[in-house]
């Protein structure tokens, strides 16, 4: 089984940060390509930010200048840095991993549950 745990969610006000943390364990062959999605209530789930094997990252447009992704691959974690939050970035925040369990499995999806971010106007 491949685990997802995000951490670091919570009530800001507007203009604070906050860093969120998503740390993979169990069997994990290689991870491919990591991702944090978010979804406000009532609306669609959002593909915030990618980061590949390599390092290349991609942002929403709605987040750009503001939030950084990045990755440990020696702790199997992923990290966002949100700056400069506004309280249209009030969500559930799910982290995505596209990864192997062995060398000869296909490359699966995994989820971890989320956490809340809120943000205070």
């Known amino acids: 089984q491949v685990q997802l745990v995000e951490s670091g969610g919570g009530l800001v006000q507007a203009g604070g940060s906050l860093r969120l943390s998503c740390a993979a364990s169990?069997?994990?062959?290689?991870?491919?390509?990591m991702a944090w999605y978010r979804q406000a209530p009532g609306k669609q789930r959002e593909l915030v930010a990618t980061?590949?094997?390599?390092?290349?990252?991609n942002y929403a447009d709605s987040v750009k200048g503001r939030f950084t992704i990045s990755r440990d691959n020696a702790k199997n974690t992923m990290y966002l840095q949100m700056n400069s939050l506004k309280p249209e970035d009030t969500g559930t925040y799910r982290c995505?991993?596209?990864?192997?369990?062995?060398?000869?499995?296909?490359?699966?999806?995994?989820w971890g549950q989320g956490t809340q971010v809120t943000v205070s106007s």
């Open positions: 995505n991993l596209q990864g192997r369990r062995y060398s000869w499995a296909p490359i699966n999806n995994y």
């Open positions: 169990g069997s994990i062959f290689s991870i491919d390509a």
């Open positions: 980061i590949s094997s390599v390092d290349i990252a």
